[in-house]
Nanobody, 117 residues
Framework: QVQLVESGGGLVQPGGSMRLSCVAS????????MGWYRQAPGKQRELVAT???????AYADFVKGRFTISRDNGENTVALQMNSLKPEDTAVYYC???????????WGQGTQVTVSS
């Protein structure tokens, strides 16, 4: 079983920056993908960015050039640096850990990010 605990989040003004972090614990397979998803009120959860254990990254088009995902395999952590934030980035952000070979994964509890003046 895997547990994910997120930190960061809160209120930030448009154009500002924020960093989210997530630490994973438990039975973690070496081959995995860590990522961030978000869900705004009334909308479906959507992918923001992912990073494999090998360091391959993927981003949603709406965050390219603004957000950067990174991870520390030794510490089982993943971070999301968010710059040039917009009001439409307001959402609950969820950390995800996926094991592609097993077809399983876990979610964090979510952290609220609000971009508003």
């Amino acid at each position: 079983q895997v547990q994910l605990v997120e930190s960061g989040g809160g209120l930030v003004q448009p154009g500002g920056s924020m960093r989210l972090s997530c630490v994973a614990s438990g039975n973690i397979f070496i081959i995995n993908v860590m990522g961030w998803y978000r869900q705004a009120p009334g909308k479906q959860r959507e992918l923001v960015a992912t990073i494999t254990n090998g360091g391959a990254k993927a981003y949603a088009d709406f965050v390219k050039g603004r957000f950067t995902i990174s991870r520390d395999n030794g510490e089982n952590t993943v971070a999301l640096q968010m710059n040039s934030l917009k009001p439409e980035d307001t959402a609950v952000y969820y950390c995800n850990l996926h094991f592609p070979r097993a077809g399983s994964g876990s979610w964090g509890q979510g952290t609220q990010v609000t971009v508003s003046s």
